[in-house]
């Protein structure tokens, strides 16, 4: 039998009371924690056990859930965590999502989600202006830069082919005239796959060599560009391992001369652009015709938020617009979530991007932004004071590779590294993963957590240092 409505409300406000405090007391016990996780295997020990023939009661489900789940979390909204590149679901992001999922609003479209489609409007509008990116670019607010690369890349199959005189959205792609894509050898991985969905094989690739550093070389870059046909060019703004930038105020004019499509990949990088010491990186990037960027790397929203972002408007609209006879027209200038996206029914991202714009304010995601890189650079003077201890890539950003057993054949020193990072993950002080670097492996480091400061930077070379040193006595002595 239902419950009568003032019990219902009084249940529901008791409820989210609890999921609040148990959200704080982990937050608070995050900050500081130092202690390893259990793996995958033990977690699925812990939420494992037969299917409930009978319901359970609400607090007693969270009570499990949060027992199940806390010892297989990583440390991630903590200062110190330094693996691949995540950021760190600034609290005020948090407390918008929570609003977000207590609203429930389906961002299909401004008439079932009127405030939804309308934070949108005006984050799209502001991240433009922080990002110095066109102003009647169009925005697309995805899971993350995997699906900002799709969107980019499906307007760009789109248009590329309707200047070639072919429909896409008509005629499909069996027999369209043949798109040749170019894209730099050290693209992240999530951009061949969404190249993968859009139909684009790896023999549709010229990939282009890079230099030292991952970026794009210039001449090679001039000679891959094929001389006629559709083309698209992807670009990368800030390399996985390296924090390196293509250098596009080269690449570009010479894609645009030979009429390409260009997309930006700056799934962390482009974030650069917000920040006037580090903006000189990504000059050029601004020629471009689409970009893809996250929300949940440098601007610290929770998972997941990415925004795909492009140029030409009608574009983006006709590679992604859902259309239905349920579903209102666009009459007055609104602006249809769904019209930019994949999906129907989704989140409403726009909230918690509102709100950390909103509160970090151009100088905080500025201030931030230089905080991390010189940060990046204080780790890195640090540990390649040591013996033994070598940074594999120029410190430009807030990517650091590591070596250590520097001084050894690579097989030792590969080995000395993933020791290391072993030792590093098991002490607990921070979190660092490995990573293969032009045939060697290497500790991956990425500061990008909000709270991230330079106590936590000495504190984790230090942890760090001495980690590596036991891993060189006991191989010494062994
Ligand atoms: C350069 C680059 N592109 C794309 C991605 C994929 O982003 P996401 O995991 O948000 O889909 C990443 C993730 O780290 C990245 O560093």
């Known amino acids: ?10 249940a529901t406000r008791a409820l989210l009371m609890d999921a609040a405090r148990r959200a704080a007391d982990y ?163 999530t951009v061949f796959s969404a190249l993968n969905y859009l139909g684009f094989g790896r023999e549709s690739l010229v990939r282009v060599p890079t230099d030292a550093q991952g970026a794009i070389r210039p001449d090679a870059f001039a000679q891959a560009l094929p001389r006629q046909g559709p083309l698209i060019v992807v670009t990368q703004a800030g390399q996985l391992n390296t924090g390196a930038f293509d250098p596009h105020d080269s690449l570009v004019p010479l894609a645009k001369a030979r009429g390409a499509w260009v997309h930006v990949d700056g799934a962390f990088g482009l974030w650069a652009r917000a920040c006037p010491s580090r903006a000189a990186l990504a000059r050029g990037v601004e020629l471009a015709d689409s970009w893809a960027t996250d929300g949940h790397k440098w601007l610290q929203t929770p998972f997941d938020c990415g925004y795909a972002i492009v140029r030409d408007g009608e574009a983006h609209r006709r590679a992604m617009t859902i259309a239905a006879s349920y579903l ?69 950003l807030n990517q650091l590779l590591v070596r250590f057993g520097a001084d050894r054949d690579m097989a030792a020193g590969d080995a000395a590294t993933l020791a290391t990072i072993a030792a590093i993950q098991a002490e607990g002080t921070c979190f660092a993963g490995g990573a293969k670097w032009r045939g060697r492996w290497a500790m991956r480091v990425s500061i990008i957590g909000a709270a991230t400061c330079a106590a936590d930077i000495d504190r984790s070379a230090e942890a760090m240092i001495a980690c590596w040193r036991s891993v060189a006595s006991a191989a010494a002595q062994g």
């Open 27 to 189: 937050r608070d016990a995050d900050a500081g924690r130092e202690r390893p996780v259990i793996g995958y295997a033990e977690a699925v020990a812990a939420f494992d056990g037969e299917l409930p023939a009978r319901g359970e009661e609400p607090h007693a489900v969270l009570d499990a859930l949060v027992r199940a789940a806390e010892p297989g979390l990583h440390s991630t909204t903590g200062p110190r965590f330094f693996g691949w590149v995540i950021g760190s679901s600034h609290p005020v992001g948090v407390a918008a999502d929570w609003l977000t999922s207590a609203w429930g609003q389906n961002t299909a479209n401004h008439v079932a989600a009127p405030a939804a489609a309308a934070a949108e409007t005006v984050a799209a509008r502001w991240l433009l202006e922080l990002l110095r990116l066109p102003a009647d670019a169009s925005v697309g607010f995805v899971t993350g830069a995997t699906m900002a690369n799709f969107v980019g890349l499906a307007a760009a199959r789109g248009e590329v082919l309707r200047r070639a005189g072919w429909d896409v959205a008509e005629r499909g792609l069996f027999g369209a005239p043949p798109v040749r894509v170019v894209i730099g050898d050290e693209a992240h991985s």
């Open 1 to 10: 039998m239902p419950e009568p409505s003032q019990d219902r409300d009084s």
């Open 328 to 396: 209102p027209p666009v009459q007055g200038g609104e602006r249809d979530p769904s019209h930019h996206v994949p999906e129907l029914s989704r989140r409403a991202r726009g909230f918690s991007t509102w709100a950390l714009l909103r509160h970090f304010g151009r100088d905080g995601v500025a201030e931030m932004v230089e905080r991390h890189c010189a940060l990046a650079r204080r780790l890195a003077d640090r540990l390649a004071a040591e013996p033994g201890v070598a940074v594999l890539n120029d410190v430009v």
